[in-house]
């Protein structure tokens, strides 16, 4: 569903290592997830997706895992750079909803050199 | 491809007066748009779907009387904020719907006085 937190999390990671954002979505019939990166400032930019008939999928440097069963989402970024440094969401669109998205809580990405 | 902008990028507006916020398809055509709303440090919230030539979808919770939107033609809608006050000071952004995809604008962020 929708999030309303106040704080967003925090990932601290050094640059050159691997990070994984972790998103736990709340609809079992999603049928279509999303991650993307925002910057300050900026609208958010696609990272990846990933549909519900697969449980992972690899792009440049990112991979997304799905689990179905704990319905959890994770986003790896390899080799993590400070360019990286951003907040990440992930999203959801339920099945039928005609690409309407739900968006989670957000991660803030942290590089530090 | 699939560029959306967004204009303005920042308006400052006194309490009571009234804001539009264009929301472009650049080099595609879209049926349905989508406005958020993002306060800070929090994640997106979805206001409205807009459909091109016919009435916007309204959540839960947003008054259509003051969050009007038109989505006259393929490649633009607007947001319309009547009668800003200060709790509407936000980050406004638009997507666009092509195929079962969205495309980001950069944002819109408005201060009420």
């Known amino acids: 569903g929708e999030s309303v937190g106040l704080h967003l999390p925090t990932l601290s990671v050094q640059e050159g290592d691997n990070s994984i954002i972790n998103c736990a979505y709340s609809?079992?019939?999603?049928?279509?997830f999303i991650w993307y990166k925002q910057e300050s400032g900026k609208g958010p930019q696609f990272i990846i997706d990933?549909?519900?008939?697969?449980d992972k999928r690899q792009g440049q440097r990112v991979t997304v895992l799905l689990n179905k069963t704990v319905k959890h989402l994770s986003l790896q970024i390899a080799a993590t750079q400070p360019g990286d440094s951003a907040v990440y969401f992930c999203?959801?669109?339920?099945?039928?909803?005609?690409?309407?998205?739900?968006f989670g809580t957000g991660t803030r990405l942290q590089v530090t050199l | 491809g699939a560029v959306v902008s967004q204009h303005p990028s920042w308006v400052i507006c006194k309490s009571g007066t009234s804001v539009k916020i264009e929301c472009r398809s650049l080099?595609?055509?879209?049926?349905?748009m989508f406005w958020y709303r993002q306060f800070p440090k929090q994640s997106l919230m979805l206001m409205a779907t807009?459909?091109?030539?016919?009435?916007?979808?309204?959540e839960q919770g947003v008054e259509k009387d003051k969050f009007l939107i038109n989505h006259a033609s393929l490649t633009l809608s607007t947001l319309t904020v009547t009668s800003a006050h200060p709790e509407d000071s936000s980050f406004y952004i638009c997507?666009?719907?092509?195929?079962?995809?969205?495309?980001f604008g950069p944002g819109t962020r408005l201060t009420v006085l």
């Open positions: 997507s666009a719907g092509r195929r079962d995809e969205q495309f």
């Open positions: 990933i549909r519900s008939n697969m």
């Open positions: 999203a959801e669109r339920p099945t039928g909803t005609a690409s309407k998205l739900t």
């Open positions: 609809n079992s019939a999603s049928d279509y």
């Open positions: 807009s459909n091109e030539g016919s009435k916007a979808t309204y």
């Open positions: 080099d595609f055509q879209a049926t349905t």
